[in-house]
């Protein structure tokens, strides 16, 4: 199983499973007695947003930490001082849950210097094989240069979380190996975890490792 930083950043093209990756993570290390703070930094998706499920994490002993009007009809949330405290791993575990593609890693931009601070982080740039503009390696690959450069904080590996939901079976993950590698080895990073539906997790874990199950938690509000 992935051994997670202090600090893991999670961020990727919009749409690739992003927040329901992040809550699974959260909810693995509350299962392991960690203390654990989620950090929303999404100010770009209404319909997506890791602190729309804060109920049910509070529940579990995880701290959300959200854009001041996160989950409102507000367009225009500001960033807290309590989101800038949250970078401050002493206290445990936190996992930074990022808004999509570059327009939503500028609000990354703005705790770039906090991170480089510490002395070692994680950011992991999550593909979804099966996500429009990100189908080749190619098109991932120059996606994340884009979120680098918004974000200003480095990717240090990769997360391979090309499913279709309820919809998948298992050569969807299977098949999106290939694609998973080679994205991995055009950004010279290591492929770190494959995540696959927790319904298929069983048949899966002899041919795919490190495999991480995933509940579907985020969900569409319509």
Do not use: W
């Amino acid at each position: 199983m992935l051994q997670l930083n202090k600090l893991t950043i999670i961020y990727g093209h919009y749409g690739c499973g992003k927040t329901n990756l992040s809550v699974n993570l959260a909810l693995d290390l509350a299962r392991q007695d960690k203390r654990v703070t989620l950090v929303d930094l999404d100010i770009v998706n209404p319909y997506f947003r890791s602190s729309d499920y804060t109920p049910m994490l509070q529940k579990k002993g995880i701290k959300v930490v959200a854009p001041q009007f996160a989950g409102t009809n507000l367009d225009l949330p500001s960033l807290s001082a309590e989101i800038y405290a949250a970078f401050d791993t002493s206290a445990g575990y936190v996992i930074v849950d990022v808004g999509g593609d570059d327009a939503g890693a500028y609000a990354l931009g703005r705790f770039s210097q906090q991170v480089m601070r510490l002395p070692s982080y994680s950011a992991f740039y999550v593909i979804n094989h099966y996500r429009a503009l990100t189908s080749t390696p190619q098109e991932a690959a120059a996606l994340l240069e884009e979120i680098e450069a918004a974000s200003r904080v480095k990717a240090t590996g990769v997360i391979n979380n090309s499913h279709l939901q309820q919809l998948t079976e298992k050569k969807h993950i299977l098949d999106s190996m290939p694609f998973a590698l080679q994205t991995a080895k055009l950004l010279k990073l290591p492929l770190v975890l494959t995540t696959a539906p927790a319904f298929l997790a069983e048949e899966l874990k002899e041919e795919i490792q490190p495999l991480f199950p995933v509940e579907r938690i985020v969900k569409p509000p319509f």
